[in-house]
């Protein structure tokens, strides 16, 4: 197994023990394992200046927040947790089953994990690069912005439920 493919998976069990962790501070935890995993993703991808914001600010800087953020917080009673982990266990019971299921249909791709560096365009025009030279790129950023709006809608969500 090439290092690529054990970056991708780790990527893949970091980010589900974040979702799945119980406690809040191994959770903020896990964010910055999962956040360090891009890091070297992103080098891999020749990406270094990417990658060292991605690190300081996303590993270092937000990983700090949360931890401070979580201390200033009460902690919950005994009932209060067993009645989170059944409602999160309900609404996360099936995403293993995707995250393998997805795992399949992208190994059954055989897409290809070299991360090689296309050559530059002619005119180095970035229009040019992004659409038609560095596309999978575009599917990541996607994926993150969809992410964070899904985060927005839960967190306003939650604060609407209270």
């Known amino acids: ?10 990527l893949g069990l970091s980010g589900l023990w974040t979702v799945m962790c119980r406690s809040l501070l191994k ?8 956040s360090a995993v891009i890091t070297m993703l992103m080098f891999r991808l020749n990406s ?4 060292v914001f991605e690190l300081s600010v996303c590993a270092g800087l937000i990983t700090a ?6 201390s200033m917080t009460k902690p919950l009673t005994h009932k209060e947790i ?8 309900k609404r996360f019971v099936y995403l293993p089953v995707m995250l393998a299921l997805t795992g399949i249909i992208l190994a059954g791709l055989k897409l290809p994990l070299d991360f090689a560096i296309p050559p530059a365009a002619p ?3 970035v ?5 038609n030279m560095r ?28």
Do not use: H
């Open 1 to 10: 197994m090439d290092i690529n493919r054990a970056l991708l998976i780790i």
């Open 65 to 70: 927040v949360f931890v401070s953020t979580i």
């Open 27 to 34: 959770a903020a935890i896990g964010l910055a394992l999962t």
């Open 127 to 131: 229009r040019v690069i992004m659409w």
């Open 135 to 162: 596309e999978i790129d575009l599917f990541g950023q996607i994926a993150v912005i969809l992410a964070g709006a899904f985060g927005v809608v839960i967190l306003f969500r939650e604060i609407r439920k209270r």
């Open 82 to 89: 067993v009645e989170i982990s059944r409602d999160r266990f």
């Open 48 to 51: 270094p200046l990417a990658a």
């Open 123 to 125: 005119e180095n025009d």
